[in-house]
């Protein structure tokens, strides 16, 4: 095996590995898109009882 073939070899090793570690890249990603758009229907409730505590104590405050 001559020196050509040894960096062809090893060339074809690393974009293996970069192909693989890209699949697991876009895996992970998917999996973070999936869950934080589970938690945005949550966080939106959250922020409406946030907001209607505070508009309910700005009544009691403004009828005081």
Do not use: H, V
């Amino acid at each position: 095996m001559g020196i050509k073939d040894q960096f062809q070899d090893k060339a074809n090793d690393l974009a293996d590995k970069a192909k693989s570690a890209m699949g697991g890249a876009k895996d992970e990603a998917s999996e973070r898109a999936s869950q934080a758009s589970e938690r945005a229907p949550q966080a939106q409730d959250s922020l409406d009882d946030a907001q209607k505590e505070a508009e309910d104590r700005f009544n009691r405050d403004y009828d005081a």
